[in-house]
Each structure stands twice: as structure tokens, then as C-alpha cells.
């Protein structure tokens, strides 16, 4: 067993399967050739709220995982559903224009909205909970945070945020380390595994079918006489189909160049404290938010249904998984809650997000009938399930919401593939000397 499926046993250990997603079976590798309407390629949330979507208008889907159902960053992440998207609205402006900034925003609230209406509706038992907070760390930070809570109030007509000053957030938090908070209480958090297999058996049961540990190799479009048609390869089979949507993110890999030179594999790292009980588990988020600073290098964390603490952090740009992960997020979660010393670390797990240049969301076509959802930069529990949704409309004729984010323009990262890597690390040291400062 390799370092990473250590850390991957651990944390699905650490996960309360609800009843009937804990039995549910997928099918096992594509094996022989199948015909569909749509393939989708890749089983993280973005994949399998298209291939619900697409099942529900009535389309034949065939989802294939390299792996198993949420192996990437759906399954593994701070799970935080919040607004907007990573790089904000001003880049988002700068890049598109204040009308189709205004419309990401939209879909983006829209997509908080969605999530909510999905779990309710196929009864997904992934621990949702109401309530997220962006705290300040130091005096610019409180400038920028009350600069936000204004614009989305006058300029965006949000009025679920407001700014909490420093003695209130005392109340909240047992902290002394933040001075102020943007809290918003139509933001939220989940169990993030949980949230994703519940939208992969919905897709099921409306009639999609999911292959796992079906690594697809290669991806053509051919067009004869008019007529196009996709072909998926995997190692025992090919899909043929009209259409396909793949939603690969960090392990986009070799199947995609041109795509995976836009974004930039970065890993991140979790860890689930040994149950403290429910009333102290309650002492240190009071109002049970998902809590996370505006450091570059940033901190978060929230309470689990089963009473832990999971505090996440410690970002790597190098690609290297760095030496006692657990041990140095658990020293970062004692600067902000010295009294757990005496706590046990139980798990501790990490992956990958996919970052983009311009942290923007990357959607487009790879060509006319090959889709792609890429870029969320670690903002992507709500927005990938919209996402999903976005597609689903483009393939059935209706493209004009999907291609408000086709419309963002994005670039490679600098450096080519043997130095974008090292060009990043030391761009990222620069904003880091920023965050101490």
C-alpha cells in the first residue's frame, strides 16, 4: 500500500457512511464496448451532479472513475460551501466585464441554493450545517473584510452577510488569534464524501451508469458525414457517444495537455481530532460556522457531527507531500486552540485541489462535443455542483449560463512543465512573507 492509500484508508475509516449510500455498488471496470449519449469522466462532484442532470432530461450517461467515487478533492476537502469564486469579483470584473462578473456571482449563490435543494431532495445524509465565517487576522485584514460585507450588501443585494467586531467573535470562537469576521449565514459546511456518493447513487437510481477503476486513456473526436461521435478509451474498454464532459481536475494528467497546463496540482492537508465531546466540541465554535482566515497560506476548520475538531492547512506548491503532515497541522491548530494539547490527532489525510493562474474557474470545450470542468481553486464544494448542472444544459442546447465561464480567459502557468512548478513556489513564498508581515 502506498503513502497515499494509507492516508486515504485512514480517512475513509474516519467517515459515517449513512444507510444505503454504505451498500450502495457501483459497477466495477468498463469491460468491452458500450455505446451512450454522454460519457463523464471523473467521479468527484462536478462528474456526478452531470451525470445526475443529464439522467434526469432523460440522456443514457456512463460515468467512469479512475478510481472510486469521491477519491479526489470531493471527497477529502475542508468541505466549506461558501460564495463567489476564489480569485473574487473584482479579477472577475477585470477578466470579463461587470455584467458576466455580476452572472458567476449569481450562479454561484444559485449554486449554495442547489446544494441544498439536492441533498433535501434525494435525502443525502452528509451533515449539512448553515453558517460560515472569514476571519481577520490583523488590522488590513479587518479593513478588507468590512470593504466586503459592504460591497455584497449594496453593490451584489447579499444581505445574509454581516461583519462581526472582535468582542462578539470572542463569543463565537475560543480564540484569542482573530479581531473581526465576515459571517454569512446562507454559506455552510458538510460531510463532504458523504455529499458526493449521495450524488452519485442519485444518479444511479435516475439511471446513469458508473463504472469505477475505469482510468480512461484517451479521448477522440471523429466526424463522418456530419455525424460526430466520442470515443472514450479505457484499458478493458470503449465508450462511444455524442457527447463528453470531463471533469478530472488535478488528474486531468496526460489525457489532456492543453488543459492540464492551465491548472497546478496542490496539495493540502486535514486532520480529525480524537471526539472531545459535544460540550466542548461546542465551546470552541459556538455557532458550529465553518471558520477560515484570509491568510495566502490559510487555515480552516469546523466542528463534525461526531464532535471532533477538523482543522485544515498547511498548503504544499512544491507537489511534495512534506514530512509529519499531522504533526505540523496539528501545531498550526494549537496557535489557534492552545487548550487542545492535552487532544489526540485520530486521522490525519490529505489530496489535491486544482489551481488555475487567475484562481478563475475553468470551463470550456476541448472541441465541439467534448466538455470540460476544470479550475475551481479550492472554492469548488457549492460552485462544482452548479457546475455539473451548467453542462447539462450546454449538452441539451441551452449553453448560454455555461459559457459565462467559458468566457474567462485563462493561461498556462509560466515556466513550461520542467520549471512552472519551482516558478510557483517561489511566487508563493513572496505572498507568504506577505501573510507574516
Not at 81 to 110: M, P, T, Y
Request: net charge positive; charged share 20%; aromatic share 8%.
Amino acid at each position: 500500500m502506498s503513502a497515499g492509500d494509507a492516508v486515504r484508508t485512514a480517512y475513509a475509516a474516519s467517515v459515517r457512511l449513512p444507510a444505503g449510500i454504505a451498500s450502495l455498488a457501483f459497477d466495477g471496470p468498463l469491460a468491452g464496448d458500450t455505446d451512450a449519449d454522454v460519457c463523464v469522466v471523473g467521479g468527484g462532484i462536478a462528474g456526478c451532479s452531470a451525470a445526475l442532470h443529464l439522467a434526469e432530461r432523460g440522456y443514457r450517461v456512463l460515468l467512469l472513475e479512475a478510481q472510486d467515487i469521491g477519491f479526489g478533492a470531493s471527497g477529502r476537502s475542508g468541505a466549506q460551501a461558501i460564495f463567489g469564486a476564489a480569485c473574487g469579483q473584482d479579477k472577475l470584473r477585470q477578466l470579463i466585464g461587470a455584467g458576466d462578473a455580476r452572472r458567476v456571482w449569481d450562479l454561484s449563490v444559485e449554486a449554495l441554493a442547489q446544494q441544498r435543494s439536492l441533498i433535501a431532495r434525494h435525502q443525502i445524509d452528509c451533515d449539512y450545517v448553515a453558517g460560515q465565517m472569514h476571519v481577520a487576522i490583523k488590522p488590513r485584514q479587518e479593513a478588507e473584510l468590512r470593504t466586503e460585507v459592504a460591497a455584497l450588501q449594496n453593490q451584489y443585494d447579499y444581505p445574509s452577510v454581516r461583519y462581526v467586531e472582535r468582542d462578539e467573535l470572542r463569543t463565537l470562537l475560543a480564540t484569542e488569534r482573530y479581531t473581526g469576521a465576515l459571517f454569512d449565514t446562507n454559506s455552510g459546511h458538510l460531510q463532504p464524501l458523504n455529499y458526493t456518493l449521495g450524488l452519485a447513487g442519485a444518479a444511479a437510481r435516475a439511471g446513469a451508469k458508473i463504472h469505477t477503476h475505469s482510468a480512461v486513456s484517451a479521448v477522440d473526436e471523429t466526424t463522418n458525414g456530419g455525424t460526430s461521435q466520442v470515443r472514450v478509451h479505457t484499458a478493458r474498454g470503449v465508450v462511444r457517444c455524442r457527447h463528453a464532459v470531463l471533469c478530472c481536475n488535478a488528474y486531468i494528467g496526460a489525457l489532456a495537455p492543453a488543459l492540464a497546463a492551465r491548472i497546478m496540482a496542490v496539495g493540502t492537508y486535514i486532520v480529525a481530532t480524537e471526539p472531545l465531546g459535544a460540550e466542548r466540541a461546542t465551546s470552541l465554535i459556538r455557532n458550529n460556522a465553518a471558520v477560515t482566515d484570509i491568510n495566502w497560506v490559510l487555515d480552516y476548520f469546523r466542528r463534525s457531527a461526531d464532535h471532533r475538531l477538523l482543522f485544515g492547512g498547511r498548503v504544499s506548491y512544491s507537489g511534495i507531500d512534506p514530512l509529519g503532515t499531522g504533526a505540523a497541522t496539528r501545531l498550526r491548530m494549537l496557535r489557534v486552540f492552545p487548550q487542545l494539547r492535552d487532544v489526540r490527532i485520530e486521522y490525519a489525510w490529505g489530496g489535491y485541489v486544482d489551481i488555475t493562474l487567475n484562481r478563475a474557474p475553468n470551463f470550456g470545450r476541448l472541441s465541439p462535443n467534448v466538455y470540460y470542468l476544470q479550475g475551481f481553486s479550492g472554492h469548488g464544494i457549492a460552485l462544482t455542483g452548479i457546475a455539473g448542472q451548467l453542462v447539462a444544459e450546454a449538452i441539451a442546447g441551452s449553453a448560454e449560463r455555461f459559457d459565462v465561464f467559458a468566457r474567462i480567459p485563462h493561461r498556462g502557468f509560466p515556466g513550461g512543465p520542467a520549471l512552472r512548478r519551482p516558478a510557483l513556489v517561489l511566487a508563493m513564498l513572496w505572498y507568504r512573507l506577505r501573510d507574516l508581515l
